[in-house]
């Protein structure tokens, strides 16, 4: 390696370093003091953020609800579907419980949503009945399949459309958690499955405003 090579090697890591530590400084004064920790309870946040497409679905009232505008909170959204075997029911469990171990300033500042997939079984007082074995705070939502695809798509939280001329039919989809920011833009994943443990540790620092 020449000099002028070894000059620049040396240069690019002192770049490196300064960038992250800036990043981390930037990460410490949001609250998320160690972004190590948050991807280790699962949290991955974007590079980004992703503004929501504007779009309009029905929720459990059957009262119109703009996803773009779900904001003055943070919020953490499920897709999955009512008659779901396994990891909804699963995974709403897991929600009902963070809930509860958050700290009351966490909590009050934050959103759950579920998002059902299957339009064709899920209506809205369905949903409303489901979500009331969890919890009725809960915002249960849903919308056409090509209106649901665009969410999902948005968010990058895939699921296949089932053939519901089959009996008992299942719907794939992810166990991911969507996170919105208090500005209604998506701000990252929870990955599935929930270690609500962690959660309860590097959650707080997310969401709750710093005065």
Known sequence: MTRVQKTVFILVAVVALVLGLTVHRVLTSQGQADPTKLLDAGIVLLP?????????????????????????????MFFGYTFCPDICPTTLAQMRELKGLLPPEARDNLRFVFVSVDPNRDTPQQIKQYLGY???????????????????????????????SKENYTVDHSGNLVV?????????????????????????GLVVPKS
């Open 48 to 76: 980004q953020s992703r503004t929501l497409p504007p779009l309009t679905m029905l929720d459990q009232n059957g009262e119109k609800v703009a996803v773009d505008q779900l904001k003055d909170k943070w919020s953490l």
């Open 134 to 164: 969890f919890d009725p705070g809960f915002l249960g939502i849903t919308s056409d399949l090509p209106t649901l695809q665009k969410l999902a798509n948005a968010v990058s939280i895939p699921f296949i459309p089932a053939d519901t």
């Open 180 to 204: 919105l920011g208090p500005d209604g833009t998506q701000r990252g994943f929870i990955r599935s499955p929930l270690n609500n443990q962690k959660l309860k540790e590097q959650l707080p």
